[in-house]
């Protein structure tokens, strides 16, 4: 029986057509000079379920989004593109229950650094809503839901390179807390912040690492 896959994720893990109806998009097939990653193929995720021979169920990943409710310029995220909206509306949805779910990739954190969101302090349990407006109560909040969700499920929590130490060492230690598994890349290549056909490869090839541990 095949794994099956759902992905939680920002720009790093769009592709035009392969994403919810609505999310925004970064990577295409259409010309963007900031990248030269033209076709699914060459994101990490497609290299992944195509060498590990997964099943992709959802690939729900939306450019710009954070982990936390609070976007880009202060916008409120919590009932729009934030990870943790999604992942309640999925459960709402009952999608968990219509879904076996056996691999789960998180990779987000990019946003809530580069838009300068309040970093807040880390907390395992007992959060008010008021505290998911900051980034590091809310990365230890989505991974807390995300394996109470998916107890029997492998999680892989994907962090990138280049973020604020905060965010990184708050990762790691969630990721320990709530039994998930932290990849944590050392070297991306990237154009514009964003991972470019080698840098797509890079990702791939640090994660089939751990996984075939």
Request: proline share 4%; aromatic share 14%.
């Amino acid at each position: 029986m095949k794994n099956n896959v759902l992905i939680f994720g920002d720009s790093y893990s769009t592709f035009e057509g392969y994403v919810p109806d609505g999310y925004a998009i970064y990577y295409s097939e259409n010309e963007n000079p900031e990248t030269d990653v033209r076709n699914v193929k060459e994101t990490w995720w497609y290299q992944v379920i195509q060498e590990k021979n997964f099943n992709l169920i959802l690939n729900n990943s939306w450019s710009g989004s954070t982990i936390s409710y609070t976007g880009y310029d202060n916008v409120d995220c919590s009932k729009s593109s934030s990870f943790i909206y999604r992942l309640k509306q999925l459960i709402e949805s009952d999608f968990f229950v219509k879904n076996r779910i056996d691999k789960v990739f998180v990779f987000g954190g990019t946003n809530d650094n580069w838009s300068n969101a309040p970093l807040g302090e880390m907390k395992y349990s007992d959060w008010e809503n008021d505290e998911l407006y900051s980034v590091l109560p809310a990365i230890c909040y989505f991974l807390n839901l995300l394996k109470k969700t998916l107890p029997h499920a492998d999680i892989y929590c994907l962090i990138n390179t280049e973020l604020k130490p905060e965010i990184t060492s708050c990762m790691k230690k969630a990721c320990e807390k709530y039994g998930t598994t932290p990849i944590t890349f050392s070297h991306i290549d990237k154009s514009y912040g964003h991972p470019t056909v080698q840098g797509m490869k890079d990702i791939k090839e640090a994660i089939l690492k751990v996984m075939n541990k």
